[in-house]
Structures are given as structure tokens and as C-alpha cells.
């Protein structure tokens, strides 16, 4: 049972496996905009649109399960980036389908141009929606998608 919260919107924004590299792992796909420039965008964005956001990476499956968890606690709404666990992490789906929040699948690249086995998402069922090929802006519009969300919701 989601939890009645007062206050802004909170997000809980999460990035998967190798997403600390970004600038730096294949720049011709990913950019060569840096994973820190990425979140200080992603906080000025979020900032202007009056919501709270807490952006968390980590290379590990275990910790990306820890952090949709501790999502329940606090957030209206999760922004995730799988990256690689997006087509075979069924401990991060069920955490996903658990927490019962309305969650946006970010990927920087176009996966349904990509190699085959990038093209199935295990995550997609159990989100709300998907956004792909944009880039960082993509992060931008999955913070915006998911304060609609909200809004509606309590409508």
C-alpha cells in the first residue's frame, strides 16, 4: 500500500550498471556528456519542475533492488536507467512491480535500433512507460512523465 505523502513531488532517480561512465564508454552511442553533468541537469530540471529528486547509481543488482525498495518509503514515483539488467534482472522488475510506484525506463540510446537482445526489456512490463533514444534529455522527460503521473493520480 503506497503511503499518503504531504510536500513536493519526490523522485527517486536510478541508474543501473555503467552509467558512471558515461563521457567515456562509447561516446559515438552514449555521448560525450559526463555522468556528472548529466545529474546536475537532471537536478536543475527537476528543480524547475518543483520536485525533489534523488539520483543513485550503482554497478550492482542487489543495490538497484535496494534502492526501488527504499523508494516505497518516500517517493511518489521512480526514473530508472537498468542499462543491462533492462533484459534479464527479474530481481529488479519484481522490486519494480512490488513497489507499486509509478515508474518511467529510461535509455539513452534507441534499444529497439540496436543489437536484438537489447530490444527485450524484462523492466517494461512492470512499468508505467518507456523512453528511449533521447539521450540525457531523456531523463528530463521521464521526470516530467512521471510528475503528470502524480498530478493525475490526485486528481
Known amino acids: 500500500m503506497q503511503l499518503?505523502?504531504?510536500?513536493?513531488?519526490?523522485i527517486s532517480l536510478i541508474h543501473g550498471p555503467n552509467l558512471n561512465m558515461l563521457g567515456v564508454r562509447d561516446p559515438d552511442i552514449y555521448g560525450k556528456e559526463t555522468f556528472e553533468s548529466v545529474n546536475r541537469k537532471i537536478e536543475t530540471h527537476a528543480k524547475?519542475?518543483?520536485?525533489?529528486?534523488?539520483i543513485q547509481q550503482s554497478n550492482s543488482e542487489g543495490a538497484i533492488v535496494d534502492f526501488v525498495q527504499d523508494a516505497l518509503a518516500w517517493a511518489s514515483?521512480?526514473?530508472i536507467n537498468p542499462a543491462a539488467y533492462t533484459h534479464y534482472s527479474y530481481a529488479i522488475r519484481d522490486a519494480i512491480a512490488d513497489?507499486?510506484?509509478?515508474?518511467?525506463?529510461?535509455?539513452?540510446?534507441?534499444?529497439?535500433?540496436?543489437?536484438e537482445f537489447r530490444r527485450h526489456s524484462v523492466i517494461s512490463p512492470?512499468?508505467?512507460g518507456q523512453i528511449v533514444g533521447f539521450g540525457p534529455?531523456?531523463?528530463?522527460?521521464a521526470l516530467e512523465a512521471a510528475k503528470n503521473l502524480i498530478e493525475e493520480s490526485h486528481r
Not at 499518503?4 to 519526490?10: N, S
Not at 524547475?48 to 534523488?54: A, D, R
Not at 534529455?137 to 522527460?141: D, E, I, K, N, S
Open 4 to 10: 499518503t505523502r504531504t510536500g513536493p513531488i519526490r
Open 48 to 54: 524547475s519542475l518543483g520536485l525533489e529528486v534523488k
Open 77 to 79: 514515483a521512480i526514473v
Open 99 to 115: 513497489s507499486r510506484l509509478p515508474t518511467v525506463e529510461v535509455h539513452l540510446s534507441n534499444v529497439h535500433a540496436r543489437e
Open 126 to 128: 512492470v512499468a508505467t
Open 137 to 141: 534529455y531523456g531523463y528530463l522527460l
